[in-house]
């Protein structure tokens, strides 16, 4: 039988959440950002552990080409659509624009705390090192698959534009409105990548055409689909309501 008051309880779990802020202070170099309950607490918990205990660069593990299988599309599939929740005014048509041309008009634009800002068409990230891997996606929703994806390491990327010495995030702007950022050492990581492949053919619309994220040490919500705007900065941004924060997620989902 549990013979735990609830009051006892909650002063274990406040315990718990002081010690974790205590073992971590000083610590605020690669700080992520974290505020508003004790939850917040246990996220930035999680962050440091993964810092301090794994090996920076350890690569997810990358499978067989047997091992492909079905990946379900869930969460936007087609932000030009009206009828979704999350279409956006603005950047819905903008979308639907650019699928008309079969996104020849379409543009990444990296900028921020860069000393070369640039718009990549999709034929300049084609033209670059390229990188395939055979990943699991493993969604917080309780379903994983696993799928084959192509891109340009997103390091690639940033050297191309000369990120400053200064610079301590990745900012993902997509045109389904979410937002999102990853910092540097994911950033840098040999198996984050900004995807234009899957399973061989060119990136489908429910998967992100055409280029999205991907995070693979991180939860699958990481991995934005549908990338319009990379941003490069020194400071956190939680992006308001179109970001993790403040819709309930974790900004580290590290796994």
Known sequence: MNTRSPMSRRTFVTGMAT?????????????????????????????????????????????????????????????????????????GPAYDRL????????????????????????????????????TRHTCEEGWSAIAQWTGVPLRNVLQAVGTRTTARFVQFHAYDAYADGIDMLDALHPQTILAYGMNGRDLPISHGAPLRARVETQLGYKSLKFLRRIVVTD????????????????WYAGI
């Open 99 to 134: 699928l008309a041309s079969r996104f020849f008009d379409w543009r990444l634009i990296v900028e921020g705390s860069v000393t070369r800002p640039r718009a990549f068409s999709l034929s300049d990230l084609k033209r670059m090192p390229s990188r395939t891997q055979i």
């Open 235 to 250: 400071h956190f941004d939680d992006h308001g309501r179109h970001g993790s924060i403040q819709n309930g997620w974790s």
């Open 19 to 91: 010690s974790a802020g205590l073992a971590l202070t000083g610590c605020t170099q690669t700080e992520p950002p974290t505020y508003g309950n004790i939850l917040r607490m246990g996220d930035l918990l999680t962050y440091k552990a993964h810092r301090l205990l794994l090996p920076s660069q350890s690569l997810a593990r990358e499978y067989d080409y047997r091992d492909i299988s079905s990946v379900p599309a869930i969460g936007t599939t087609n932000p030009a659509d009206p009828n979704k929740s999350i279409f956006n005014k603005e950047y």
